[in-house]
């Protein structure tokens, strides 16, 4: 497609639910990036996947957090059991020299 | 580790003012720098960047400046419209390991009056 695409575009759950977002990276992008926007913050690096390598999970914050892609498409990313401290923006950028952001999936929990 | 430290705001400016808007980097090498911009009710879009020491990136009126010796990249610009009301990040990327991520200062939130 022609830019980033992030699914679903809000999100709320119930505390100890698992939640899945998506994020479809521009065609031929070979680096995947999670990041995470708190309310009034800045974003915090996550998770970054390049081609078919071993993903940098180096930001992850806790166990709870997982993602996966196959290959040079689709990612996701699982939060289990979800905490309050999970509410936030969650932005998946792809492309190497320059990121291109998708619209972010917003998360709330409750 | 690398970090970015920008001017808080909110900043309020009448339009056609000046614009200044604060960054100031650390890193452990030779990090790229970026503005990114996030307009109300939209993603987070590349305004400008530079990828080396005196580069000047400019976009829409828009200059930053990427000065080593003062470790800053000071995003500036000449006449604001209420159009470029908006959050702006700034960033660097310095490879580490075998990522290349971005780290943000805090934003800095624009409104720009009539």
């Known amino acids: 497609g022609a830019g980033v695409s992030q699914s679903p575009s809000n999100k709320v759950t119930e505390k100890g639910k698992d939640v899945e977002l998506r994020c479809d990276p521009i065609?031929?992008?070979?680096?995947l990036y999670w990041y995470r926007q708190r309310l009034g913050q800045g974003l915090e690096f996550l998770i970054y996947f390049q081609g078919n390598s071993a993903p940098d999970k180096s930001g992850l914050p806790s166990d709870r957090f997982s993602a996966e892609r196959t290959g040079e498409s689709v990612s996701t990313l699982t939060i289990q059991r979800t905490q309050q401290e999970d509410s936030a923006v969650y932005l998946c950028?792809?492309?190497?020299?320059?990121?291109?952001f998708g619209p972010g999936t917003r998360l709330l929990v409750l | 580790g690398d970090s970015v430290t920008q001017m808080e705001g909110p900043v309020t400016l009448s339009e056609e003012a000046f614009l200044t808007i604060n960054c100031t980097y650390t890193a452990t090498g030779y990090p790229s720098l970026f503005w990114y911009v996030q307009y109300p009710g939209e993603g987070l879009q590349l305004l400008l960047k530079?990828?080396?020491?005196?580069d000047k990136g400019s976009n829409k009126g828009f200059e930053a400046t990427y000065r080593k010796e003062t470790t800053s990249f000071h995003l500036e610009k000449g006449s604001v419209q209420v159009s470029d009301s908006a959050v702006y990040f700034c960033?660097?990327?310095?490879?580490?390991?075998?990522?290349?991520?971005?780290?943000f200062g805090s934003g800095t939130q624009l409104t720009v009056l009539p």
């Open positions: 530079a990828t080396k020491a005196d």
């Open positions: 065609s031929g992008h070979t680096a």
């Open positions: 950028a792809s492309g190497a020299g320059t990121q291109y």
């Open positions: 960033a660097l990327s310095e490879k580490s390991g075998s990522a290349r991520q971005l780290t």
